[in-house]
């Protein structure tokens, strides 16, 4: 299956080079096999909503800085890369989830912290104080490792808009679960349904996007499907939509029983 357009999120731009086309266009590059009876615009469908092993790794880091004159308004977000390991046809296909060391209302463990947990390292943060550093080097040191875990993987998908009031760049959420969807015809959930715009009134092409609705922590029993209400470690700030050449429906996942790497946490020093 084709990698995730989504891989191509935060790399470098590149040269861009302007060409003369009456001069001719200065580069080749390989021939390849042409099939004109694809769709060279169909996309297949992310994944079905299950709990999937996934194997971890860092995808982005960086630090907020709401107010630049007022460090109480920092934080470190951190955008988790997690890539299917326990399905044939799916494998390799990624899912993001962000976290951060802003402590929620009320909240003395921020979800960088969180994650730690539920990466084994429980007893590491036991009676610790630590700083939003050094939990955010721990975390991203460990991601790293490439360790393995079991997400909960479902569909959602939403629109954007203008708020008239305030001119802020909104998202109207419309579907929140992959049951939520319109069938196939085909089969399966149609991830490319359309809508109608709740302000233009317009019709809005939509995308599904994968979302991580569940984080099974080392030692929680794995229940498939789970139904979870809250997404406990997911902020949601701007869709990335999912999407990878291929058929047009979603197929059943067959399991292939992966192996969880192991990770020494011995190695993780949390200062």
């Given at each position: 299956m084709a990698e995730m357009q989504q891989q191509n999120k935060g790399k470098a731009k590149g040269e861009e080079v302007d060409v003369d086309f009456t001069k001719g266009l200065p580069w080749g590059g390989e021939a390849h096999d042409l099939d004109p009876e694809q769709d060279a615009w169909e996309f297949t469908a992310p994944p079905p909503h299950a709990v999937y092993i996934v194997e971890?790794?860092?995808?982005?880091?960086?630090?907020?800085?709401?107010?630049?004159?007022?460090?109480?308004?920092?934080?470190y977000r951190i955008a988790i890369e997690g890539r299917i390991r326990d399905s044939e046809e799916y494998n390799n296909i990624p899912a993001?989830?962000?976290?951060?060391?802003?402590?929620?209302?009320?909240?003395?463990?921020?979800t960088v912290e969180g994650a730690l947990i539920k990466l084994g390292l429980k007893d590491k943060l036991v009676g610790r104080k630590l700083t939003p550093k050094a939990s955010a080097e721990a975390l991203c040191k460990l991601l790293q490792k490439g360790p393995t875990t079991n997400w909960e993987i479902d569909w959602r998908a939403s629109y954007q808009y203008i708020d008239k009031r305030t001119g802020a760049t909104r998202y109207k959420n419309v579907y929140n679960t992959y049951e939520d969807f319109p069938d196939s015809p085909g089969g399966g959930k149609n991830h490319q349904p359309v809508c109608t715009n709740h302000i233009t009134g317009g019709r809005e092409q939509l995308e599904a996007q994968l979302n991580v609705v569940h984080w099974y922590g080392k030692g929680e029993e794995v229940k498939q499907k789970a139904k979870?209400?809250?997404n406990e470690e997911l902020e949601i700030e701007e869709p990335t939509p999912i999407k990878a050449n291929g058929q047009a429906s979603p197929k059943p996942v067959v399991v292939t029983k992966a192996q969880p790497k192991v990770v020494e946490e011995d190695e993780i020093v949390l200062e």
């Open positions: 971890l790794g860092l995808f982005e880091a960086k630090l907020i800085k709401q107010d630049p004159q007022d460090e109480a308004t920092w934080y993001y989830l962000r976290v951060t060391t802003r402590l929620g209302r009320g909240k003395n463990i921020s979870v209400t809250v």
